[in-house]
């Protein structure tokens, strides 16, 4: 099924809860007090998805990166995810999830989580261009590291949740120089990926 966003209008409960946020955060300033838009619509988008608002301090995401994700999603860029639950959240487009194809005991074999396999069969899928949502597994996101030279994407959302190898597989994303979005602490998971991603997905459909 094609899912195509257009002329999105929040619903009061939203505009509402996006009312209390941005009292709570502060934010109602930040355009002028130097947040750039886009980190502004992610980090709101994440605290209105997870009702945390620490994520407010521990994401880390970069103006330019945002820009590029921005740019290649309204130019049509695959978005590929790591687990059917953060295909859940994605709300306004189709994407890739190959997780269903990897036969476990093949994972093993190659020392491998299902979740890793999965994304060599995704990048071979896909090819370079593609915006990344990682949300359950640091796995998948260190697979994505190990493969990204042979078809560099042009955003990694890398928000895996666990207290095994996620802080680490998010500091080896942000020292690896892709674009991305991270964040310093064990917190993460389908939810929060998936609200970054639609936080750019709708920033692309605002008249320019």
């Not at 190959?98 to 396999?117: I, M, Y």
């Not at 896909?126 to 590291?145: K, S």
């Not at 998010?170 to 970054?196: C, M, Q, T, Y």
Request: with cysteine.
């Amino acid at each position: 099924m094609n899912r195509t966003a257009q002329n999105r209008l929040a619903h009061p409960i939203e505009q509402r809860s996006y009312a209390i946020l941005r009292a709570r955060l502060g934010t109602t300033g930040l355009d002028t007090m130097g947040l750039p838009p886009l980190a502004r619509a992610v980090i709101e988008r994440v605290v209105h998805a997870s009702a945390d608002i620490a994520y407010a301090t521990d994401l880390v995401c970069e103006e330019t990166a945002l820009r590029g994700g921005v740019d290649a999603l309204a130019g049509g860029a695959p978005i590929v995810v790591d687990v059917g639950m953060t295909a859940a959240g994605v709300t306004t487009r189709d994407v890739v999830c190959r997780l269903g194809d990897v036969e476990p005991a093949a994972a093993a074999r190659d020392g491998l989580t299902r979740s890793a396999a999965a994304v060599g069969l995704a990048l071979a899928e896909v090819g370079p261009g593609a915006v990344w949502v990682i949300g359950c597994a640091p796995t998948a996101l260190e697979r994505l590291l190990t493969l990204a030279g042979l078809a560099l994407p042009a955003l990694v959302i890398g928000l895996p949740v666990g207290f095994v190898g996620a802080v680490e597989a998010k500091e080896a994303l942000r020292a690896s120089g892709l674009p991305a979005i991270s964040n310093r602490s064990e917190k993460g998971g389908a939810a929060v990926a998936a609200a970054a991603l639609n936080a750019l997905l709708y920033e692309g459909l605002r008249p320019c």
